[in-house]
């Protein structure tokens, strides 16, 4: 009898241990490719992706590549050796995966481009917010603080500072604020003394805040010396905004308020705002990039995609969009786009009310709850 229970109790384990093995085994993994963890955005969005992926059953394998764009290439190419059956990547240069997004190809693995998009056809789908409409807000935030629309024969100065080039997002950016703006410069309403208008002139590589401070040092030296007034810097985020703002601080003389823009909603740029050392910044609520990210993947790995009824299906606003983005000419790729919107000091209560942000203990600004 003894050795009876004895072999059901061993049956039991092995069969225990054999069924563990294979809800193991069933996990599909998931490989999580993130620009770097020097940048803000890219940390919390790293750490809520494999949180949630986790959360619903997958294997979540995160790397970050440090801002260089080969090592990203070298840590999607570990990725596809883990065998991952999904790859989720925010290029750190969309126009250099080529060589490891046909590998994925070959090997089925589908690819979502998360919120930048990757210049390779081997991109399945694409999850973002509408990149144009950030740059938009910041446009339209300056006409309105300057009073564009009802100038007369008032006249402004302001200049621009872009984003990476080779990130796929930074001319959309650029682009949605510049043709707000447009219109003011023609008619001479708003003056940019650096003349420096183009994307190519006023990018900022790897939109580090330093080489935007330096960049902005170098203007303000040259062309607001002299008691020039400067009324406002579009600065497409808040990495180059905090560059901005401190080059303002340090070099500008004048003592108007200097309406600086920014991206993302970043912890030192919403007390800068509180500050009056930036204006406002466009926020791209995270949890919602990531709960699409989620819903994308896993109808893609159950079979097709109907992208519209998915779409609905959200109570978050998201458009789904087969228009807008190209990864190379004239293939389009299926988007997700959500919809950002604008903070300044007097809506912080918009972030708290996300659940992701809460007010510090003086209730004068809000701060990403750690
Ligand atoms: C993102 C922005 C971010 C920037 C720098 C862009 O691709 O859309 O939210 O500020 O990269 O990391």
Known sequence: MKKLVALVLALALVLGAMSLAFADEAKKKVGIAMPTKSLERWNSDGEYLVQQFEAAGYEAIPVYSDNDANRQVND????????????????????????????????????????RLIMNDAVTYYVSYDNYTVGKLQGQFIEEKLGLKDAGDKTFNMEFTAGDPGDNNAPFFFNGAYDVLAPYIESGTVKVLSGQTQFEQVGTALWNTDTALDRASTILGSFYGNGEVLDAWLCSNDSTAMGVAQAIAADYAGDNEVYVTGQDADNANLINIYEGKQSMSVYKNLANEVAVTLAVAKAALEGEIDGQA?????????????????????????SFLLVPYSITKDNMQLLADTGLYEWNADKTYVQKVQ
């Open 76 to 115: 999607i190419q570990n990725l596809l050796a883990e065998g991952v059956d999904l790859l989720i990547i925010t290029a750190v240069d969309g126009q250099a995966l080529d060589t490891v997004m046909n590998e994925a190809a070959e090997k089925g693995v589908i690819v979502v481009a998360y919120d």
């Open 310 to 334: 998915l779409a609905d299906s959200f109570d978050i606003d998201v458009a789904f969009d087969t228009e807008s983005y190209e990864t190379t000419p004239g293939n389009k790729c299926p």
